[in-house]
């Protein structure tokens, strides 16, 4: 199991090299909201780590979206990560395929995720039930859960452990990689090792609870520690 940490600026990234995977977002314009280019290369160039890049909590733009994916592709991401922010099986085949075209066909080598919401029912939006099957139809490596409205309830609050193993176990055998996320805390380590995504996604962990504070090196090391 890594550890993805959420960076939001060069700064605190540079506090953040001891994480597994360094995810480039804007907390300010969503739950995966996209940063500039500009910083996805930066950090990419001193992290000395794969990097990750959200693009968006999207609603159904293809075009959009491939556009994005494709940019943060170039800018150096390693991992292109996408919110699915609105409703239906088509739609979402519709995006996700526009998505993984985009990134695979020049950068095959490139990982792509893809996000549905665990508190999808108050988003209005597909349930990572339903998105995953078709991210590994599609072509995508990774279905991941992260929630969508941030107020400091857990993915937890809107899935129990048994929801999220059997969700990690399905994408196994999808050929998907899973990432989970939302609101994680310490307390939450022992379960999530239970369950055993390939990745767990955190910033208000390591920011000392709070997602609107600093990246911390010391929980990085508390969390890595743990999860060892």
């Keep these: 199991m890594q550890l993805l940490v959420s960076p939001s600026s060069i700064a605190e990234a540079r506090h953040s090299t001891a994480a597994d995977i360094i995810d480039v977002k804007k907390p300010s314009e969503g739950s995966l909201g996209a940063n500039f280019p500009w910083v996805i290369r930066e950090i990419k160039e001193f992290a000395k780590k794969p990097v990750s890049a959200a693009i968006g909590d999207f609603d159904y733009r293809p075009g959009g979206a491939?556009?994005?994916?494709?940019?943060a592709a170039c800018a150096g991401a390693d991992y292109v990560k996408i919110g699915l922010a609105f409703e239906g099986a088509e739609e979402a085949n519709d995006v996700i395929d526009a998505v993984v075209k985009?990134?695979?066909d020049e950068f095959p080598k490139k990982f792509v995720v893809i996000a549905a919401y665990s508190d999808y029912e108050r988003m209005h939006s597909i349930s990572p039930f339903d998105m995953a099957p078709i991210a590994a139809e599609c072509g995508a490596d990774f279905a991941m859960i992260d929630t969508g409205i941030k107020d400091r309830?857990?993915?937890?609050?809107?899935m129990n452990e048994d929801l999220l193993r059997a969700f990690t176990e399905k994408n196994k055998k999808l050929g998907l990689g899973t990432?989970?996320?939302?609101?994680?805390?310490?307390?939450?380590i022992d379960a999530l090792k239970r369950i055993n995504p390939e990745i767990i996604g955190v910033?208000?962990?390591?920011?000392?609870g709070d997602r609107n504070?600093?990246?911390?090196?010391?929980?990085?090391?508390?969390?890595?520690a743990m999860i060892r």
Excluded: P
């Design 66 to 71: 491939s556009l994005a994916a494709y940019g």
């Design 102 to 104: 985009a990134v695979k």
């Design 153 to 158: 309830q857990s993915t937890f609050a809107f």
């Design 179 to 188: 990432a989970l996320a939302g609101a994680l805390k310490f307390e939450d």
């Design 203 to 208: 910033r208000g962990m390591v920011c000392g």
């Design 213 to 224: 504070a600093t990246v911390r090196e010391d929980l990085i090391k508390t969390a890595l």
